[in-house]
């Protein structure tokens, strides 16, 4: 299973936090019928800049489209994913989404 990830420290008084963003590329369809992917809810989004901020863990699977998403203090470019790729951002990551295609894909949350 091959996967990149973008792992950035912030600076916010917490020289220990930390927040990540890990992409799995393209994960084969029996670890998508594991996790059940098909039945968590949908969410689609235009192209354009989204700031956010989780307060739980989110996994994403990406349907269709494009993005980038760029760790809120962090000098890296930023993390890049699309269609087929399971994408995970950390509890406490705050981000700014930029999506180059229109996304669709399904989400869920780890209880907080």
């Known amino acids: 299973m091959a996967s990149s990830s973008g792992t950035a420290a912030t600076n916010a008084g917490d020289t220990a936090a ?32 989204y700031p956010l901020s989780y307060g739980a863990r989110q996994t994403c699977y990406i349907v269709r489209g494009k993005a980038s998403a760029a760790v809120e203090g962090s000098p890296e470019a930023g993390v890049q994913f699309g269609a087929g790729d399971l994408v995970v951002f950390a509890r406490g990551t705050r981000c700014t989404w930029h999506i180059a295609a229109a996304v669709d894909m399904h989400y869920a949350f780890d209880p907080p």
């Open 18 to 49: 930390t927040t990540a963003i890990t992409v799995e590329r393209k994960p084969p369809a029996a670890r998508l019928s594991e996790l059940g992917v098909r039945s968590w809810p949908k969410w689609g989004g235009p192209p354009g800049r």
